[in-house]
């Protein structure tokens, strides 16, 4: 079956680092991928997404691409800021549009 | 544009209770239905999907089942909660082609006591 899995956190960041979260997966066919980003008591938000090899997913300065040839899509952005600690989560998209998630990642950034 | 709502933010319920928390999605038609859960600091999990009204699948065998009375309305119930049913549940929604990403409520804090 599909899985997904991402680095565990929490990782902690001062303010304008360079933040990586690898995720990787295995899965049949070629699924579309994400990464959703959720708030403190809030639901799940889209962050970014990727439906096919090779495609570059961007959002809010964050990006990742799609590599086919070592089933990853790592999360990467150049300069954090606080407003960005949260918990990210890579999924990957099956049969009915259903999602498989990693188990998330918590990023804590300091000033 | 699309919206969804699920209510309410927070329930606190006895071992035993009833429960039920909706979820309506407005500006699309025929959309897939989902019900997540989320266990303290642990990833989602879906419990029940749906392709349509009436339409309901299980992911996972538990206390809880899910209904589709209408079209954009997915409804999760229990009739005698468990502590173990302790959770933060998300309800989300997704095109029906398939393939694409899900939009998710804003969440359900339940806390059995």
């Known amino acids: 079956g599909n899985s997904v899995t991402q680095m565990e956190g929490p990782v902690t960041l001062s303010e304008e680092a360079f933040l990586t979260i690898n995720c990787t997966y295995t899965a049949t066919g070629y699924p579309s991928l994400f990464w959703y980003v959720q708030y403190p008591g809030e639901g799940l938000q889209l962050l970014l997404k990727?439906?096919?090899?090779?495609d570059k997913g961007s959002n809010k300065g964050f990006e990742a691409t799609y590599r086919k040839e070592t089933t990853s899509f790592h999360l990467e952005k150049g300069s954090v800021q606080v407003s960005d600690s949260a918990v990210y989560f890579c999924?990957?998209?099956?049969?009915?549009?259903?999602?498989?998630f990693g188990a998330g990642t918590q990023v804590v950034v300091t000033p | 544009s699309q919206t969804i709502h699920q209510w309410p933010a927070t329930l606190v319920q006895p071992v035993g209770s009833p429960l039920s928390l909706e979820c309506t999605v407005e500006g699309t038609s025929n959309p897939n239905l989902y019900w997540y859960r989320q266990a303290a600091g642990r990833g989602l999990q879906l419990l029940f999907y749906?392709?349509?009204?009436?339409?309901i699948s299980s992911e996972v065998p538990q206390n809880l089942s899910a209904s589709r009375p209408q079209d954009r309305q997915f409804i999760l119930s229990s009739k005698k909660l468990l502590l173990s049913d302790s959770g933060f549940y998300l309800c989300a929604w997704s095109r029906p082609q398939g393939g694409t990403e899900a939009f998710f409520g804003q969440g359900t804090r339940l806390t059995v006591v």
């Open positions: 990727a439906t096919k090899a090779d």
């Open positions: 749906s392709v349509g009204i009436g339409q």
């Open positions: 999924a990957l998209s099956g049969s009915w549009g259903k999602l498989q």
